[in-house]
């Protein structure tokens, strides 16, 4: 044998152990599928937070024609879940929800993304649920497919950002007849008219992010190029008194993608964010160029292995069609990992039919490995939306997929090893949960970087504990860079808890 070929075999057979030590439990919560007809052949999403005060995250999952439901959280050692939707949530048309304080009560209140006029809920105990009746949002006649939130500076209230697909009103659709992504900026206590952000290229997914560090949030948009056809591109919108696109003279690299969903962290340990964004064919990896002087990713997706351009096991090798992604850490080495949803959009005979959802390692040299099959996560249904979340705060980062004709999925991940920390962030003022503000975990290994956002996924949100896996370190220091730039002084903790962090 070839020494090259002993070398190869030495590294694929410590990477497999790694692969197979990674072992999700698939839990029966019950019935639910999100089904309807073309109009919920995108969306399927999940909100991940806690409604009923007790620590531990519900769910509400998005059914298209199908009414929405919540489980409720009931799990102790083992990750658990009921059904017991109340009225005011049991809703037809839901494409997806994000979690978010809006009235800064500490209770987290809904955005629901329908076919249909969104709505903004008022949380209050008790999973319970009603519009909120004195902020004055109104929602349109819209198909909504993404949503992101920020705090503007001095703004009490959040500003709100629904991503729009095609405008099914529109007699010429429906190629070349995307709706605009509609703003809703505040005005003291209340929300001024939506604004519309035009044009608008068919969004199926839009983040708030700092990408910059000046302290203002700008909003990515990704497009899906199936219905725009000509003439669109993914957007970067700076959040000016009057909005604007940043252009290729800001250092915005222009691309056009069937964008699906994005994800954002940092990769790199530079603190800036990079981007990971789904698409039918491929998956783009864009890491960030401090350097450029403006917003400028660069594209590394052969680069470090995460193209999932093609599906990894069941012998279909046609094209993979992304969703929802997120970046998570779900065997606690202190390495960052990609789960991407995937499935065909129905019957689409270019695509897989066959399209196992995608778990990517990121191993120590920021290459990333296929782990799905071995982790016991690559499900063949047509999936959407998702979230990775503890479910028991054991520390290790569980799954819940949404799909379209198919039983939601919800797996519980084994603890095997490593060391982990969950973040609670909050402060005594407007934005109670820090949106906008950066955590910042070191130990010896390095330092990792937290963005706390609103929005991205496909459809999907998640509000609550921030989790950090540590691999074997025996301390860590913690502080936060809050939503107004003031740092936080360093504390040093030991791993393996909860901790709160206060302003």
């Keep these: 044998m070839r020494p090259e070929l002993c070398i190869l075999f030495v590294f694929a057979s410590a990477s497999t152990v790694e692969?197979?030590?990674?072992?999700?439990q698939k839990i029966d919560i019950g019935t639910h599928t999100y089904d309807g007809g073309w109009e919920h052949f995108v969306g399927g999403g999940v909100a991940v937070f806690d409604c009923d005060g007790d620590g531990l995250p519900e769910l509400f999952a998005a059914g298209g024609t199908s009414p929405a439901q919540l489980f409720r959280n009931t799990s102790h050692d083992s990750v658990s879940f009921r059904a017991d939707t109340p009225k005011q949530l049991s809703l037809t048309g839901v494409t997806g929800a994000y979690p978010l304080d809006v009235d800064n009560d500490g209770i987290l209140d809904l955005a629901v993304l329908r076919v249909g006029p969104d709505l903004l809920l008022k949380g209050e105990t008790d999973c319970n649920f009603r519009p909120f009746d004195t902020l004055g949002f109104r929602s349109e006649d819209h198909w909504t497919t993404g949503f992101s939130a920020t705090w503007e500076v001095d703004q009490t209230l959040p500003t709100l950002a629904f991503?729009?697909?095609?405008?099914?009103?529109?007699?010429?659709?429906?190629?070349?007849?995307?709706?605009?992504?509609?703003?809703?900026?505040?005005?003291?206590?209340?929300?001024?008219?939506?604004?519309?952000?035009?044009?608008?290229?068919?969004?199926?997914?839009v983040l708030?992010?700092?990408?910059?560090?000046?302290?203002?949030?700008?909003?990515?948009?990704?497009?899906d190029r199936h219905y725009y056809v000509r003439g669109g591109q993914e957007q970067l919108w700076a959040m000016e008194a009057t909005p604007r696109t940043y252009s290729q003279k800001d250092?915005?690299?222009?691309?056009?993608?069937?964008?699906?969903?994005?994800?954002?962290?940092d990769l790199t340990g530079d603190g800036f964010p990079e981007v990971?964004?789904?698409?039918?064919?491929?998956?783009?990896?864009?890491?960030?160029?401090?350097?450029?002087?403006?917003?400028?990713?660069?594209?590394?997706?052969?680069?470090?292995?995460?193209?999932?351009?093609?599906?990894?096991?069941?012998?279909?090798?046609?094209?993979?069609?992304?969703?929802?992604a997120q970046f998570g850490d779900v065997n606690n080495d202190g390495l960052d990992d990609i789960f991407v949803a995937k499935g065909n959009v129905e019957q689409m005979p270019d695509a897989a039919l066959n399209d196992p959802n995608n778990l990517l390692l990121q191993q120590q040299n920021g290459q990333f490995q296929e782990a799905s099959a071995e982790a016991g996560i690559a499900s063949m249904a047509k999936s959407r939306g998702a979230a990775l979340a503890d479910f028991n705060n054991d520390g290790w980062l569980d799954l819940v997929v949404v799909?379209?004709?198919?039983?939601?999925?919800?797996?519980?991940?084994?603890?095997?090893?490593?060391?982990?920390?969950?973040?609670?962030?909050?402060?005594d003022r407007p934005n109670r949960f820090a949106v906008g503000g950066f955590i910042e975990i070191k130990t010896a290994a390095g330092m990792q970087t937290r963005e706390i956002t609103i929005g991205g996924g496909h459809a999907s949100g998640i509000a609550g504990l921030h989790h950090f896996g540590l691999a074997d370190a025996k301390t860590t220091e913690v502080r936060v860079i809050w939503p107004d730039g003031e740092a936080g002084d360093w504390q040093e903790y030991h791993p393996n808890q909860i901790i709160r962090i206060e302003r």
């Design 163 to 205: 991503g729009t697909y095609v405008d099914r009103r529109n007699p010429d659709g429906p190629f070349e007849a995307c709706g605009p992504t509609v703003l809703y900026r505040p005005n003291g206590g209340s929300y001024q008219p939506p604004e519309y952000l035009e044009p608008g290229y068919c969004a199926l997914s």
């Design 276 to 324: 990971y964004l789904t698409s039918m064919g491929d998956q783009k990896l864009q890491i960030f160029d401090p350097k450029a002087g403006g917003p400028t990713w660069r594209d590394a997706t052969y680069a470090k292995g995460t193209t999932a351009h093609r599906p990894h096991t069941g012998g279909d090798g046609r094209p993979s069609t992304g969703w929802h």
């Design 251 to 265: 250092g915005w690299l222009p691309y056009s993608i069937w964008g699906m969903g994005i994800a954002s962290r």
């Design 19 to 24: 692969a197979q030590a990674l072992q999700f």
């Design 403 to 427: 799909n379209r004709g198919s039983e939601l999925e919800v797996y519980q991940n084994h603890p095997h090893t490593g060391n982990w920390v969950l973040t609670d962030i909050a402060q």
């Design 208 to 223: 708030f992010s700092d990408w910059s560090r000046s302290g203002q949030a700008d909003l990515r948009v990704s497009n």
